[in-house]
C-alpha cells in the first residue's frame, strides 16, 4: 500500500464509520426492534387455534420469505407513493426492514416457542396461570434462550442487508463507501475498507451474542 | 403442614357448611372422554372422601392418567360430572366455561411423573409462583411458608438452586411442595416415583406417606404395590378406560373379584 492509499485509507475510515454510527446501526437496532415485536405477534398468531388468524400470518410470512428484499424496499419506496402515501427516506426504509425481519424472525420465535416442553405447560396451566401468563412467565422466558442464537443470525443478516439502503439513497456505511470511491477512483480500497467496518461491527455483535447466551444459560446444566 | 391448618376462609354457614362438611371430598360421575374418536375414558365413577387416599393402579394406556388430567382440568371430559368439595358440581357436556374450569383447577394440585418443574426459576421461585402470581397472596407470608415446607422436606439449603441442580428425587420433592403451596384440597399424583433412580424412591414415597397421615386427601396412580398397600384407603383397579374393579387394598390385592384384576397383579408381581 502506497503513502497516499493509505492516506486516503485513514481519511475515509472517519466518514465510514460515521456512516455506521449514524446510519447502519440505528437502521439496524430500530427495524430488529420493532421486527422483533411484529414477530413475536405473528408466532403467536401462527400458534393461534383459530385457523384463519394463523392463516394470516403464515401467507405473510411466505410472503417475506419467498421475494427479494430489495423488491420489498423498491415496492415501499417506489410504490406506496404512487399509491399517495409518501414517506421520508428513514420511515421507509425502517418500515422495509422490519418488514423483512418479521417475516424472518417470527418462524424462530415459533420454533422456539415449541421446543418448550408441554409439561411446562401443563405446570403453569396446574399452579393457576391461564395461558397468555403461562407464555409471558414461563414459556418465553425459555424459549428466548433458545431463539439467541437464530436470532443474532437474523440481526447480523439485517447489519449487512442495510447497505441495500443505499440504493433508496439512505445515507448510510455504504453509500458513504460509494461516494467516496466515485470521488477518489479507489474502489477495491474503499470497498474492502467499508467491507472491514461491516465486519467488525459483527464480531461486536457475535461477542454480544456470547455474553447474552451465557447470561440465559444461568439455569442450564452444562 | 397439614390440610386443616392453613388459614382458609370458613366454612360458609347453613347448606353449604353441610355440603362443605360432607365425608365425600371428591364425586366423579359417569366421567367420559375421547381422543379424536378413540374413547379413552368409558364411564368412570369415583368417590374419594376427606383425608382418605385413593390409588389408581392398571396396565399402561387404560387411562390413569386421563383421569387425572380430567380432575385437574388439564384434560376437558367431553362427559359425565365432577364435584370437588361440595363446590358448583362441573358438568360436561356442554363444556364447562372457563371460570368453572379455573375453580376446578383451584382445588386440586398435581404432582408430575417428570417433575416439571419450571427450569428457569430457582427452588423457591418454583414454589411461591403460583400463590404469588396466581393467588394473589402476600409474598413475605408465601415465602415463610414455602422455607417451612422447603425445611420439612429437608431441602432448605437448596432455594435458591435452580431445577438442573437437583437430583430426581430432590426435583420430585419440591414438584410436591410446589403443590401443597397452592393450598389445593386435593393432590393428585401421576407416577411420582416412576421417573427415578430406584435409590431415591424411598424418599418420595416416605413423604407421600406422611402427607396421608397427615389428613391429605389424594388420588395417586402407582406401579408401587406396596405403597399403595400401606398408603391408600382404597384401591381402584383401571382397564380400558373404566374402572374395573375397586376396593380396600387388602381385598383387592389379596382376592381381587375381577380375572383381569388378577391377570394384572400377577404380572406386576411376576414380571417374567
Ligand atoms: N393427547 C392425546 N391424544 C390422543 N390420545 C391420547 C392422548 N393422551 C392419551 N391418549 C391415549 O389415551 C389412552 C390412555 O392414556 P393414559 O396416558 O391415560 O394412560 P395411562 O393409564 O396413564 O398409561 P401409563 O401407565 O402408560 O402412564 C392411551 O391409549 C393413550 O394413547
Ligand atoms: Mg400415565
Given at each position: 500500500?502506497?503513502?497516499?492509499?493509505?492516506?486516503?485509507?485513514?481519511?475515509?475510515?472517519?466518514?465510514?464509520?460515521?456512516?455506521?454510527?449514524?446510519?447502519?446501526?440505528?437502521?439496524?437496532?430500530?427495524?430488529?426492534?420493532?421486527?422483533?415485536?411484529?414477530?413475536?405477534?405473528?408466532?403467536?398468531?401462527?400458534?393461534?387455534?383459530?385457523?384463519?388468524?394463523?392463516?394470516?400470518?403464515?401467507?405473510?410470512?411466505?410472503?417475506?420469505?419467498?421475494?427479494?428484499?430489495?423488491?420489498?424496499?423498491?415496492?415501499?419506496?417506489?410504490?406506496?407513493?404512487?399509491?399517495?402515501?409518501?414517506?421520508?427516506?428513514?420511515?421507509?426504509?425502517?418500515?422495509?426492514?422490519?418488514?423483512?425481519?418479521?417475516?424472518?424472525?417470527?418462524?424462530?420465535?415459533?420454533?422456539?416457542?415449541?421446543?418448550?416442553?408441554?409439561?411446562?405447560?401443563?405446570?403453569?396451566?396446574?399452579?393457576?396461570?391461564?395461558?397468555?401468563?403461562?407464555?409471558?412467565?414461563?414459556?418465553?422466558?425459555?424459549?428466548?434462550?433458545?431463539?439467541?442464537?437464530?436470532?443474532?443470525?437474523?440481526?447480523?443478516?439485517?447489519?449487512?442487508?442495510?447497505?441495500?439502503?443505499?440504493?433508496?439513497?439512505?445515507?448510510?456505511?455504504?453509500?458513504?463507501?460509494?461516494?467516496?470511491?466515485?470521488?477518489?477512483?479507489?474502489?477495491?480500497?474503499?470497498?474492502?475498507?467499508?467491507?472491514?467496518?461491516?465486519?467488525?461491527?459483527?464480531?461486536?455483535?457475535?461477542?454480544?451474542?456470547?455474553?447474552?447466551?451465557?447470561?440465559?444459560?444461568?439455569?442450564?446444566?452444562? | 403442614?397439614?390440610?386443616?391448618?392453613?388459614?382458609?376462609?370458613?366454612?360458609?354457614?347453613?347448606?353449604?357448611?353441610?355440603?362443605?362438611?360432607?365425608?365425600?371430598?371428591?364425586?366423579?360421575?359417569?366421567?367420559?372422554?375421547?381422543?379424536?374418536?378413540?374413547?379413552?375414558?368409558?364411564?368412570?365413577?369415583?368417590?374419594?372422601?376427606?383425608?382418605?387416599?385413593?390409588?389408581?393402579?392398571?396396565?399402561?394406556?387404560?387411562?390413569?392418567?386421563?383421569?387425572?388430567?380430567?380432575?385437574?382440568?388439564?384434560?376437558?371430559?367431553?362427559?359425565?360430572?365432577?364435584?370437588?368439595?361440595?363446590?358448583?358440581?362441573?358438568?360436561?357436556?356442554?363444556?364447562?366455561?372457563?371460570?368453572?374450569?379455573?375453580?376446578?383447577?383451584?382445588?386440586?394440585?398435581?404432582?408430575?411423573?417428570?417433575?416439571?418443574?419450571?427450569?428457569?426459576?430457582?427452588?423457591?421461585?418454583?414454589?411461591?409462583?403460583?400463590?404469588?402470581?396466581?393467588?394473589?397472596?402476600?409474598?413475605?407470608?408465601?415465602?415463610?411458608?414455602?422455607?417451612?415446607?422447603?425445611?420439612?422436606?429437608?431441602?432448605?439449603?437448596?432455594?435458591?438452586?435452580?431445577?438442573?441442580?437437583?437430583?430426581?428425587?430432590?426435583?420430585?420433592?419440591?414438584?410436591?411442595?410446589?403443590?401443597l403451596a397452592l393450598r389445593p384440597q386435593l393432590l393428585l399424583f401421576d407416577e411420582p416415583t416412576?421417573?427415578?433412580?430406584?435409590?431415591?424412591?424411598?424418599?418420595?414415597?416416605?413423604?407421600?406417606?406422611?402427607?396421608?397421615?397427615?389428613?391429605?386427601?389424594?388420588v395417586i396412580v402407582t406401579h408401587e404395590l406396596e405403597f399403595a398397600r400401606e398408603v391408600a384407603?382404597?384401591?381402584?383397579?383401571?382397564?380400558?378406560?373404566?374402572?374395573?374393579?375397586?376396593?380396600?387394598?387388602?381385598?383387592?390385592?389379596?382376592?381381587?373379584?375381577?380375572?383381569?384384576?388378577?391377570?394384572?397383579?400377577?404380572?406386576?408381581?411376576?414380571?417374567?
Amino acid at each position: 500500500m502506497n503513502e497516499s492509499s493509505w492516506e486516503l485509507f485513514v481519511s475515509s475510515l472517519g466518514p465510514l464509520v460515521l456512516g455506521a454510527i449514524t446510519g447502519t446501526i440505528p437502521l439496524a437496532l430500530s427495524s430488529f426492534a420493532i421486527g422483533l415485536v411484529l414477530a413475536l405477534a405473528l408466532a403467536l398468531m401462527r400458534l393461534s387455534r383459530q385457523r384463519w388468524i394463523s392463516n394470516i400470518a403464515r401467507v405473510y410470512i411466505s410472503l417475506v420469505r419467498g421475494t427479494p428484499l430489495l423488491v420489498q424496499l423498491y415496492v415501499i419506496f417506489y410504490g406506496l407513493p404512487s399509491l399517495g402515501i409518501v414517506l421520508d427516506y428513514w420511515p421507509s426504509a425502517i418500515i422495509a426492514f422490519s418488514i423483512n425481519v418479521g417475516g424472518y424472525a417470527a418462524e424462530v420465535i415459533r420454533a422456539a416457542i415449541l421446543s418448550v416442553p408441554k409439561g411446562q405447560w401443563e405446570a403453569a396451566y396446574m399452579v393457576g396461570m391461564s395461558r397468555s401468563r403461562t407464555l409471558s412467565r414461563i414459556i418465553l422466558p425459555q424459549a428466548a434462550r433458545v431463539s439467541v442464537p437464530p436470532l443474532s443470525n437474523t440481526f447480523i443478516s439485517l447489519v449487512k442487508d442495510t447497505s441495500l439502503a443505499s440504493l433508496v439513497l439512505v445515507t448510510e456505511l455504504f453509500r458513504e463507501a460509494e461516494q467516496i470511491a466515485a470521488f477518489s477512483q479507489e474502489f477495491m480500497l474503499i470497498y474492502l475498507e467499508a467491507a472491514l467496518v461491516y465486519w467488525v461491527i459483527c464480531l461486536v455483535l457475535s461477542t454480544g451474542q456470547g455474553f447474552l447466551e451465557k447470561r440465559l444459560d444461568r439455569y442450564v446444566a452444562r | 403442614m397439614s390440610p386443616a391448618d392453613p388459614p382458609r376462609p370458613p366454612a360458609p354457614q347453613g347448606v353449604a357448611q353441610s355440603r362443605a362438611d360432607a365425608p365425600a371430598l371428591l364425586t366423579v360421575r359417569g366421567l367420559q372422554k375421547s381422543f379424536g374418536t378413540t374413547r379413552v375414558l368409558e364411564s368412570i365413577d369415583l368417590t374419594v372422601n376427606r383425608g382418605t387416599v385413593l390409588a389408581l393402579i392398571g396396565p399402561s394406556g387404560s387411562g390413569k392418567t386421563t383421569i387425572l388430567r380430567c380432575l385437574n382440568g388439564l384434560d376437558l371430559a367431553d362427559g359425565g360430572t365432577i364435584d370437588v368439595a361440595g363446590y358448583a358440581t362441573l358438568t360436561f357436556d356442554p363444556a364447562p366455561g372457563k371460570k368453572q374450569l379455573t375453580t376446578l383447577r383451584d382445588r386440586s394440585a398435581m404432582v408430575f411423573q417428570h417433575y416439571n418443574l419450571f427450569p428457569h426459576k430457582t427452588v423457591l421461585e418454583n414454589v411461591i409462583e403460583g400463590p404469588v402470581i396466581v393467588q394473589k397472596r402476600n409474598r413475605a407470608e408465601v415465602t415463610a411458608e414455602a422455607l417451612a415446607l422447603l425445611d420439612r422436606v429437608g431441602l432448605t439449603e437448596k432455594k435458591d438452586s435452580y431445577p438442573f441442580e437437583l437430583s430426581g428425587g430432590q426435583q420430585q420433592r419440591v414438584g410436591i411442595v410446589r403443590a401443597l403451596a397452592l393450598r389445593p384440597q386435593l393432590l393428585l399424583f401421576d407416577e411420582p416415583t416412576s421417573a427415578l433412580d430406584p435409590e431415591l424412591v424411598g424418599d418420595v414415597l416416605r413423604l407421600i406417606k406422611e402427607l396421608a397421615t397427615e389428613g391429605w386427601t389424594m388420588v395417586i396412580v402407582t406401579h408401587e404395590l406396596e405403597f399403595a398397600r400401606e398408603v391408600a384407603s382404597e384401591i381402584a383397579f383401571v382397564d380400558g378406560g373404566t374402572i374395573v374393579e375397586h376396593g380396600a387394598p387388602k381385598d383387592l390385592l389379596r382376592n381381587p373379584r375381577e380375572e383381569r384384576t388378577r391377570q394384572f397383579l400377577h404380572r406386576l408381581l411376576f414380571p417374567f
